[in-house]
């Protein structure tokens, strides 16, 4: 009447994580979120850099970077919660410093520039988030 024991990589796969894999994971978190807040706060001040004509480049080159740092989050993180951390970093620095002090002065004009970067960013952050959805999706757990 022994006890068997299971196969050595059956258990390895169900192992609970260990407290520092955890704190590892939790700090890879924290970055990606800290990734999206600095994306976001550089991206405030540079989205109306270079304009060619009548087109923002600059704010079109800060919606991109938005989609990739949320894109890659995910991807990395096997998670799309890899992709939601910069998204929500994002989210506070530009619409936080898009609001106006006490004085009445905004970082983020309303210009088309502005319009550009924080539309065009929502929706960059968004596609990054579900393009993060879709690969966590189909990737074979």
């Given at each position: 009447?022994g006890?068997?024991?299971?196969?050595?990589?059956?258990?390895a796969?169900?192992?609970p994580p260990?407290?520092?894999?955890?704190?590892?994971?939790?700090?890879?978190?924290?970055?990606?979120?800290?990734?999206?807040?600095?994306?976001g706060?550089?991206s405030?001040?540079?989205?109306?850099?270079a304009?060619?004509?009548?087109?923002?480049?600059?704010?079109?080159?800060?919606?991109v970077?938005?989609?990739l740092?949320?894109a890659?989050?995910?991807?990395?993180?096997?998670?799309?919660a890899?992709?939601?951390?910069?998204?929500?970093?994002?989210f506070v620095?530009?619409?936080?410093?898009?609001?106006?002090?006490?004085?009445?002065?905004?970082?983020?004009?309303?210009?088309?520039?502005?319009?550009?970067?924080?539309y065009?960013?929502?929706?960059?952050?968004?596609?990054?988030?579900?393009?993060?959805?879709?690969?966590?999706?189909?990737?074979?757990?």
């Amino acid at each position: 009447m022994g006890i068997t024991q299971p196969p050595v990589q059956a258990t390895a796969k169900l192992r609970p994580p260990s407290r520092a894999e955890a704190f590892i994971t939790g700090g890879a978190y924290a970055m990606l979120f800290l990734a999206g807040l600095a994306i976001g706060v550089i991206s405030s001040f540079e989205y109306s850099r270079a304009v060619l004509g009548s087109v923002p480049v600059a704010a079109l080159a800060c919606c991109v970077a938005i989609f990739l740092g949320c894109a890659l989050g995910g991807w990395a993180m096997r998670r799309v919660a890899g992709a939601l951390l910069p998204a929500i970093g994002w989210f506070v620095a530009s619409f936080g410093l898009a609001m106006p002090n006490t004085g009445g002065s905004v970082i983020i004009a309303n210009t088309s520039a502005g319009e550009w970067y924080l539309y065009g960013g929502s929706v960059s952050a968004l596609l990054g988030i579900g393009t993060a959805l879709v690969t966590s999706v189909r990737a074979p757990r």
